[in-house]
Structures are given as C-alpha cells and as structure tokens.
C-alpha cells in the first residue's frame, strides 16, 4: 500500500536521520559537519516534506489533532493486531529494502533484546513506530513523521530547516514567537505542547501499562533538537533531564537496528506474544 506525499516512503525520514547522525563508532564516509547540510544537496522530498511539516505544525493545529485522535475511539487492537494493521505499510517503492514494518519494529526489539537490556524495554522497541498507524486515519507524512519540537513558544533554530518556520503563522504570533512563549520557564515537558506525530498518540495510547522510562523513550523518540541538540534546555525541569537519559539510551537501537537481514517472525512470534501479553494483555483503544 503506497501513499501520495512528499516522501516517497515513510522509511525515507529514518534514513535522513541516519545521514544527519552517523553512528559515532563507525568510521563516516564524509566530513562530520557535511552530515547537517541541509542546502542544495539535501533530497527535494526530504524539503518538501520539512517545508509542509514546519508550515502547518502550529500551536492551533495540535490541540485540534489532540482533539480529534486523543479519544482513542478510532479502533480496537491488540498490540499485535496493530503491528498487523501496520504492516499493510510495507513500502513497496522503497529500492533499498523490501523489508516489512513488523520486520523493522522487530530489527529494534531484537538489537535491545541481544545487548540484555529489561524486558520493557524490548517491548517499548517493538511498539514504538506503531503511532504511523496514523497514516492509515488519512493523515499526512507531516503529520506522522519527522522531528518532533514544541509548538507554543519560538522555533529553535537547532531545528532541522528551521527556515521552513518562516511560513509558520505562530512565528508572528507574539503569543507563541519567543523563548518561552506560553510556558514558564523549566516547566517540564508534561506541561509543554509537542508537535502533533507518532509518537504523542502512541504515548497516549499506552501510557497505563508501561513504566515512565518507556514512556519518555515513545514520546520524545523524535525530539532530536533536544535529545541531540539540547535546543530546549530552559523548558525541561531536572526529572526530564534524568529521564532523558533513557531516551538517548535508546536513540541508537531506533536508527541503527535496520538492515535487511530479516528477522524470522514466525519463530519470534511466541516470545513477543508472551512479552506483549505480560504488559498490555487484550485489546487496546486506538
């Protein structure tokens, strides 16, 4: 099943990622400040998409998403019928991969299983991209994908193409164009406004059944002007910063688990069943 949009595929946002943050221990193939060059080099669909997401990602425009998703009345799923409900995503254009979601979701859940890490955490790797089932809702890529960053108060410019922002009615909006603009400041990051995307309505989806540290890892998993910049240090209160900790521990497993050696679903299945049935039994709301 394929989408009409700026990005050719969904996956086409998480191989930027991975240009614009190499893996540290490997060797890189270019210059370490060419991997944030975002001029004339950068793909026009990666712009494009950049350029709609900065536009019409406003303080007005999230509230109305919150609204519109966050009664959770859309469908109910089990944790695998979602992962099954994704997988109708499988991105047949993509030339690099042929890989399904449920594969990638297991590619992530595998890597953090391997290197002994708790089982929810495991679990939190194999849920955390099941928030892109709001492209099966009708939502846009720009509404789903891409860097996530607080709406509300002035765009950093540690945002990728920030520029795009320019386009943004809040940025003339006195209300929302400076530092703090609604917030107070450390206010912590449960009182700020997020970006509408994948990762605030899957928060919203299990936040009763994981621990906080999973939790912090779906929701702020594409806050990378934070967890990669430190671009919103005066909104953060000391308990984000600690917890943070954990979104970064788990930044590595997100971006450098994928390959196209594929995982044998079928012969997993069970363990994740069983590890699924041990934290969110049942159906949930969606």
Known sequence: MKYDGPLNTLDDWEDDLKQRYPEQDQ???????????????????????????????????????????????????????????????????????DLSQIEHLMQTAEGIRADGHPR???????????????????????????????VGCKFSDRIVLAEFFADNPDSNDPRYNTQFGVYK????????????????????????????????????????????ESAYDHLLNDHDHQMFQWVQKFNPYDLYTKSDQRPDVEALKPYYLELIDEYMPGKLAW
């Open 27 to 97: 060797p890189a193939e270019k210059a370490k400040d060419e991997f944030r060059d975002y001029g004339e080099q950068t793909r026009p669909g990666v712009r494009e998409f950049y350029r709609q997401n900065h536009r019409y990602q406003t303080y007005d425009f999230v509230q109305q998403k919150r609204t519109e998703f966050l009664g959770l009345d859309r469908r109910a799923m089990t944790v695998w019928e979602a992962m099954e409900y994704l997988n109708q995503l499988v991105d047949e254009s993509d030339p690099d991969t």
């Open 120 to 150: 929810w955490m495991i679990l939190t790797g194999l849920i955390h991209d099941l928030g892109k089932i709001l492209c099966l809702f009708d939502e846009p890529q720009w509404a789903v994908v891409g860097d996530t960053f607080p």
């Open 185 to 228: 400041p450390n206010t912590g990051l449960d009182n700020v406004l997020m970006s509408w995307g994948h990762d605030e309505y899957l928060y919203h989806v299990v936040k009763d059944y994981l621990p906080e540290e999973a939790l912090y890892m779906i929701r702020y998993h594409s806050f990378y002007p934070q967890h990669r």
